[in-house]
């Protein structure tokens, strides 16, 4: 069976509060997340997984300096999100983050 690869694109995080990156509507394994910093000068950013209102953060306060970036899943990891669950990002300036999030989608069981 072939894997479905999807991206999805997110400019300009939020901050004081969460932007949502990606709301799972199957059981998808999310393969990358990049976040590029846009500001002159360092950020930071969190992401969390929310499901059934329980938050699970996959980092908090990671810093990215000036004309930098982050890739949070790398080396062939994976992160499962069932049926629901929502990726969400905030930084520490708005507007300061671009976000890409790389998932194949509707994994078999």
């Known amino acids: 069976m072939a894997q479905d690869f999807e991206s999805l694109f997110q400019t300009k995080i939020q901050s004081g509060s969460f932007t949502t990156l990606m709301t799972s509507d199957s059981d998808d394994a999310v393969i990358g997340i990049r976040f590029a910093n846009l500001h002159s000068g360092s ?12 938050d699970f953060h996959l980092i908090k306060n990671a810093p990215i ?45």
């Open 43 to 54: 950020v930071s950013v969190d992401a969390k997984i929310t499901r059934s209102a329980t």
């Open 65 to 109: 300096p000036a004309g930098g970036s982050l890739e949070l899943i790398d080396g062939g990891s994976k992160v499962v999100m069932l049926n629901g669950d929502v990726l969400k990002a905030q930084a520490s300036l708005t507007g300061s983050i671009d976000a890409i999030v790389s998932f194949i989608d509707t994994i078999s069981e």
